[in-house]
């Protein structure tokens, strides 16, 4: 069991930054491949980023490319997103989540574990 709690969230006007972190406890962190997705008011939820288990692969949905970055700190077993350049669009619940294999990071179903959830607010 690995437990996943995000912090950081909150309301930035459009242009604007914020560093999201989810801080893991319980099994192995470095066992999984970590991701950030987001939902949106009436929408399904979807994939935002990911990063490897050992921190050399990266992948991120085109719409945040240039603008977010993912990384993770093993030691404190912590994953955080780098979010600059907000947008409205970028309005959602952001959730940490946990996958055993890579191939299947894009997928809801292929993540294990996940976090509660924080929000965040892009005002135009």
């Known amino acids: 069991q690995v437990q996943l709690a995000e912090s950081g969230g909150g309301l930035v006007q459009a242009g604007g930054s914020l560093r999201l972190s989810c801080a893991a406890s319980?099994?192995?962190?470095?066992?999984?491949?970590m991701g950030w997705f987001r939902q949106a008011p009436g929408l399904e939820r979807e994939f935002v980023a990911a990063?490897?288990?050992?921190?050399?692969?990266?992948d991120y949905v085109d719409s945040v490319k240039g603008r977010f970055t993912i990384s993770r700190d093993s030691a404190k077993n912590t994953v955080y997103l780098q979010m600059n350049k907000l947008k409205p669009e970028d309005t959602a619940d952001y959730y940490c989540?946990?996958?055993?294999?890579?191939?299947?990071?894009?997928?809801?179903?292929?993540?294990?574990?996940w976090g509660q959830g924080t929000q965040v607010t892009v005002s135009s």
């Open positions: 319980g099994r192995t962190f470095s066992n999984y491949h």
């Open positions: 990063v490897s288990l050992n921190g050399l692969l990266t």
């Open positions: 989540a946990a996958a055993p294999t890579w191939s299947n990071r894009r997928a809801l179903k292929g993540n294990l574990y």
